[in-house]
């Protein structure tokens, strides 16, 4: 009975965390007006992805329409199930250093299996409660880490946007630079005027402050500057729907398909083996942990903007499940997007709806638009990406932080910049984590002190044959080999030792330990512990350090003088004043 009362309770947990957001909008309301602002909100990030999603996906190294499947199915389900209001999930520039690779090593296949197994891997953080997870990352480490992701991907467009000839798939970043080095002869200059004019017109249009979205406005003068080029000059510029072909049935066609995702079993798939599996876990895990880091940071400033509240747990759930469906619809990874989840606000929506329309209406554009799309050129493309890792980097504010962090900061941030940059996310997540934690313990360790007060402390001044130590801080394995190395040190002369624990915030096993040696270092001697905290009362009873015959635990100064005059026959230097 209780096994199914528990069960029962898990299913109502899971079942309250999702369509949070959607039930918190219509609590508040809703009405004509604010359907209208949703569904131009809608409508105008929809515009924002079309080409957002093919650029991310062509990126990884899949197709374009990939990345407009992920738009319309995980933008969908996220928007539908989660628990930000205002959150847009699609593709995101941020996955594109972890999943290159993967698409290199593994295929489409294996991308898809990845993508699958990081959302279960959401969907468990938000089931259990995780979703604060993104509070002890290190501000130093997400912006040394982004900020390294916004330059990779910008220097991964220089091959579309210059039209260069690169031979063979460099994976590694310094195989990379030396591939387009040596490629850089091949340079395209139909494609590099393309790509530039596509970047300034963004650049100016972004200036303007204008409703309509710098993407579209730069895209679209791309392509039209590549079809009069691709006329009037002798010089080519490569068309989206030169590069990429798709099979339907017995039909062959350029661009992308002009219907709508289709259902993929995926365990048909070569890569659906327990062998892959494995060795995609650490790629999933760090997918899972960048997607939960982008989402909940998204929700954040979302919320900042909006002055509204979202459930973390809530929109774990709903990009875990977005992520473990998306896949069998030919998806890529998914989270939400903070450029597109801004111009969203801006445009004024008011509810998740403005989510689920704008998965629509990028189906609905993909069904009526496909065959234009095939004119989109390759490196409009690759400089509206570059504009992309340009804004994700927040390259001004990287170089101030430089300027006023403090030193050990400032370490942790380009140790995170360089390993993302030379090796991958994996690495430099992993060390700028380990790092950032050894020099917190460092610093938390450093604000542990001992000090002999018993000349100068008002109301713990026995005379100079008992010594008393003041103890400030937290005891524990960084900090407790400093403060008892102090304490083995008293000389054997002494009557009594005093030790005023007052101040002593916690104690763990290894201070403990530490605390141990240092009581048999002074064994001949009386140790008295004086204005113990409860907690840590009962860690040090726990352990039995109170057992040893030399320790006395005291809970005054007026029960501590008493005892020192019994046993000196005289009375203290000063009266208890407390």
């Given at each position: ?92 520039a941020a996955f594109v250093v972890i999943l290159l690779p993967i698409t290199q090593k593994y295929g489409l296949s294996g991308l898809m299996l990845a993508t699958m197994m990081s959302g279960i891997i959401l969907l468990l953080m938000g089931i259990f409660r995780l979703g604060q997870l993104v509070a002890y990352v290190p501000y130093p480490v997400t912006t040394g880490f982004t900020a390294g ?11 579309d946007l210059l039209g260069l000839h690169v031979l063979g798939s460099p994976i590694h970043f310094p195989e990379k630079v030396m591939a387009y080095s040596h490629a850089i002869s091949t340079t395209n200059y139909a494609d590099a005027l393309v790509g530039i004019i596509t970047i300034m017109t963004f650049i100016g249009w972004a200036k303007l402050k204008t409703r309509i979205p710098p993407h ?275 000389n054997m002369a002494t009557r009594a030792v005093v030790l005023d624990f007052s101040d002593v915030s916690t104690i763990d096993i290894t201070a403990i330990h530490a605390f141990e040696l240092a009581l048999d270092r002074l064994s001949a001697l009386p140790v008295y512990l004086l204005g113990v905290l409860p907690h840590v009362e009962r860690k040090l009873e726990h352990a039995g350090v109170f ?32």
């Open positions: 009975m209780n096994t199914y009362f528990l069960c029962a309770n898990k299913r109502r947990g899971f079942v309250v965390l999702i369509f949070q957001a959607l039930s918190q909008s219509w609590k508040q309301g809703y009405s004509l007006s604010k359907f209208r602002a949703d569904l131009v909100s809608g409508i105008t990030v929809g515009i924002v992805a079309i080409p957002l999603g093919m650029a991310l996906a062509i990126a990884v190294g899949v197709p374009p329409q990939h990345g407009l499947y992920t738009v319309i199915v995980a933008g969908f389900l996220a928007a539908l199930l989660g628990g930000s209001r205002f959150n847009i999930t699609g593709p995101t992701i916004g330059f990779v991907i910008a220097f991964l467009q220089l091959k579209l406005v730069s895209l679209f003068v791309g392509t039209v500057l590549a079809l009069v080029v691709n006329h009037f000059s002798l010089e080519h510029v490569t068309l989206l729907g030169e590069k990429f072909t798709y099979t339907i049935g017995n039909i062959i066609g350029h661009g992308i398909p002009q219907e709508a995702p289709q259902f993929l079993p995926l365990w048909q798939s070569n890569n659906f083996n327990w062998a892959t599996v494995i060795e995609l876990m650490p790629s999933a895990l760090t997918i899972a942990m960048l997607g939960c880091i982008e989402s909940l940071l998204c929700a954040v400033v979302a919320d900042g903007m909006t002055s509204t509240k979202h459930n973390p747990n809530a929109e774990l759930v709903g990009q875990g499940l977005a992520n473990i469906v998306v896949p069998f619809f030919g998806g890529i990874p998914a989270t939400a997007a903070i450029a597109r989840t801004a111009t969203n606000i801006r445009s004024g929506a008011f509810s998740p709806l403005s989510g689920i329309i704008h998965a629509l209406f990028v189906l609905a554009a993909m069904m009526v638009l496909a065959p234009a799309l095939s004119y989109v050129p390759m490196s409009a493309l690759a400089g509206l990406l570059i504009m992309v890792a340009w804004n994700m980097s927040e390259a001004p504010h990287f170089v101030h932080t430089l300027k006023v962090a403090p030193r050990r900061d400032v370490a942790v941030l380009m140790t995170c910049f360089i390993l993302t940059i030379a090796f991958d996310m994996v690495v430099a997540v992993i060390v700028g984590l380990l790092l950032a934690g050894v020099l917190f313990i460092q610093r938390i360790a450093s604000l542990t002190t001992v000090t002999i007060t018993h000349d100068k402390h008002p109301h713990l001044n026995f005379g100079n044959d008992v010594v008393v130590y003041d103890i400030n801080g937290p005891l524990f394995f960084a900090a407790s080999e400093k403060a008892f190395s102090v304490i083995e040190q008293t057992e040893l015959a030399n320790l006395h635990l005291v809970h005054s100064i007026t029960q501590l003088q008493q005892i020192l005059v019994v046993n000196s026959g005289i009375a203290p230097h000063q009266e208890s004043t407390l």
